[in-house]
């Protein structure tokens, strides 16, 4: 691929890519679904816009989940790696193991030799990293039950890549392994390895020290060469030494024969307490992105649906066998390892694909002689297909099995028998309501406080506090909380939603509770002042106000001062949330009045520091401050 020929491909992937992404997003179908299809449709099974260069992009593009993992081990260190050896070992040697052994022992009911199904069985028991992690981190899963356990099952299957690689010649029939060199050694896309030829013994010390070498590099050397990088502040610079990194550790790992994806993870943990962290994941992102987009794409322009369309039942067949099987191994494990029913679905539904790997191993063992061509090809079909039909199937567990069965514990349970009723109720006992809660407690304030994360409740309760588990929007627990004698209520759920429609219940069976809601944000604010809430509180306002206040204070500014600019600023601040609510539909008029409002808080505060700042020394201005606090009273 030369010249314009490069520049037309690239222009076709952007083109499919931004085409087809939105769509799929507002379809809710998410973007790796998005870019499947694109390939498919430009694929030369589809309208034909690329071809069989499309292998070479492929090839190229795997370079983005290399970039994945490199960004995945510098949000992991060290300390954290070690927590998760249990799961790494124990969830990901069992799924690896299993899966292996149950598609070997179909592989050999349909007729497979014992070494091709073997071979088979290790390459399908593997997921795909690009597609799992991408999918996980679109649906904000990643820090769940569900999605640590994946994380730890997808990096002991990168890991296991080398040992199947190691494996696949002694399947081979006979005791000749096939490798293209003919040498007997590893070869790789570039050529002979390091380790060709080497003995046993001598290859596994080489492999350590280089190991060891990227360790020790990024542990001792690599902050005072990134320190001497950033400091001739070019950017572009630093972003050059940062794919430097990764391309070089990436072709390191493969002059030893080991996965460059490994060894990037490997450098990323190592560089996961550097203090140039930031800096690499923000120069390395975007490119990780890009490539990734380019990979799935080309994902889905390889289904050859040719092949698909002359055996369409084996091919579904097998798909169904892959999905089913994984999936029941990927269940019973997260059962065994004590995954919540919604945790396990959504664990067992995202890893029961098959995985980026099999290409490379597929074609390593065809290579050796393990298994034939005829034999790879539909396999590799099946591959592709699984992991097109894994953002589908995801969905449709979100969608329809979560809300029925995943979440069935929670829903089940009836809502606790409350006996009291108390001057206030607070709904919603999290990071936000706990400290209203907490302080209203201390000064002996009764409050009746419901919650509906039921493990919350059960947290809450072993530390001391009296809390009722049920939704607090349904009509009946507000009744059996005492709304109808309460005097206010306190909204301070996690859930925006969940808060206007209790403010809608509550407006209308309760008229007279006061209501103090949570904001999460200006346009949260917005909303609950158009449904009528005068007490409206954005989460963050206060300790922001706070940190300001401290800022001021720790770079010379007086006392006083400091104060009285936070005061200005939430008077200020406050009056403008009412005024732009009105206006804020009229894109125009929002954004003139919201100028304004700015440059009159500045202009205000820039003249009450001029005005008062000479006169008055470092102790607090009584007076002003009593005439302040009289005008508000």
């Known amino acids: ?174 005791a000749v392994q096939h490798h293209g060199d003919g040498t007997g050694g590893h070869t790789t896309a570039e050529g002979v390895t390091w380790v060709a030829g080497l003995p046993g013994w001598a290859q596994t010390l080489v492999v350590l020290a280089v190991v060891a070498g990227i360790v020790l590099a990024g542990r001792f050397l690599a902050r005072h060469v990134l320190r001497f990088i950033a400091r001739t502040r070019l950017p572009e610079i630093f972003t050059a030494a940062a794919l430097m990194l990764v391309i070089g550790v990436a072709l390191l790992m493969n002059k030893i024969g080991l996965s460059p994806a490994l060894g990037t993870f490997i450098a990323g943990v190592v560089l996961a307490d550097n203090e140039y962290r930031h800096e690499l994941e923000s120069d390395i992102e975007p490119f990780k992105g890009l490539l990734l987009a380019v990979f799935f794409i080309a994902v889905g322009a390889s289904i050859d649906f040719d092949l ?22 990927l269940f019973i494990l997260g059962r065994v390892f004590k995954m919540g029913m919604d945790q396990n679905l959504i664990f067992a539904f995202a890893l029961a694909q098959g995985g980026e790997f099999a290409y490379v191993l597929f074609s390593f063992a065809t290579q050796s002689g393990v298994i034939s061509r005829e034999t790879a090809n539909p396999l590799i079909a099946v591959v592709a297909i699984s992991m097109a039909l894994t953002p589908v199937f995801m969905a449709v567990n979100e969608k329809i099995l979560l809300p029925r069965i995943g979440t069935k514990e929670k829903v089940d349970r009836d809502p606790d028998e409350i006996a009291e009723e108390n001057p206030v109720i607070i709904a919603g006992f999290g990071r936000f309501g706990n400290i209203v809660g907490r302080l209203l407690a201390a000064q002996e304030v009764k409050t009746t406080v ?9 947290v809450l309760r072993r530390l001391g506090f009296k809390v009722y588990y049920g939704d607090a929007s349904r009509y009946d627990l507000l009744c059996a909380a005492g709304a109808e004698r309460a005097r206010l209520i306190v909204l301070a759920l996690d859930d925006d939603n969940k808060i206007l429609e209790m403010v809608r219940t509550i407006q209308k ?8 809601a949570r904001a999460s944000d200006r346009p949260q604010a917005y909303e609950l002042l158009d449904a009528g809430v005068t007490h409206v509180y954005r989460e963050t306002f206060d300790t922001s106000l706070q940190m300001a206040v401290d800022t001021l204070r720790l770079v010379g500014a007086r006392a006083y001062q400091a104060h009285r600019a936070a005061k200005y600023f939430r008077r200020h601040d406050e009056e403008s949330v009412h005024e732009l609510a009105e206006m804020r539909h009229d894109k125009k008029a929002y954004i003139t009045a919201a100028r304004k409002r700015i440059q009159d808080l500045e202009q205000t505060l820039l003249e009450e520091k001029q005005d008062k700042g000479e006169s008055r020394d470092a102790g607090w201005d009584t007076d002003s401050l009593q005439e302040e606090f009289a005008k508000e009273v």
């Open 1 to 174: 691929m030369h010249g314009q020929e490069f520049f037309y491909q690239a222009f076709v992937y952007l083109t499919a890519a931004v085409v087809s992404v939105p769509i799929a997003k507002r379809l809710g179908l998410g973007s790796v679904l998005g870019y499947l299809v694109a390939g498919m449709v430009i694929g030369p099974f589809g309208i034909g816009l690329i071809g069989e260069e499309g292998q070479d992009v492929m090839h190229f593009a795997e370079f983005g989940v290399v970039m994945m993992l490199f960004l995945i081990g510098l949000e992991l260190q060290p300390s954290r790696l070690w927590r998760l050896r249990g799961q790494l070992l124990g969830l990901g040697g069992l799924q690896v193991g299993l899966s292996t052994a149950a598609i070997a022992a179909v592989g050999l009911f349909c007729g497979l030799a014992w070494p091709a199904a073997v071979a088979v069985g290790m390459t399908l028991a593997l997921s795909s990293t690009a597609f799992v992690l991408q999918i996980l981190a679109e649906k904000n899963l990643g820090r769940t039950d569900a999605g640590q356990s994946a994380f730890s099952v997808l990096l002991f299957q990168d890991i296991a890549v080398i040992p199947m690689l190691a494996l696949l010649p002694l399947l081979a029939s006979g």
């Open 308 to 329: 698909v369309l002359t055996n369409p039942g084996t091919i579904a067949g097998l798909v169904g066998m892959l999905f089913v099987v994984k999936f029941v191994i």
């Open 450 to 458: 419901l919650e509906y994360d039921s493990d919350h409740v059960e």
């Open 509 to 516: 069976h309760f008229p007279h509770l006061t209501i103090m």
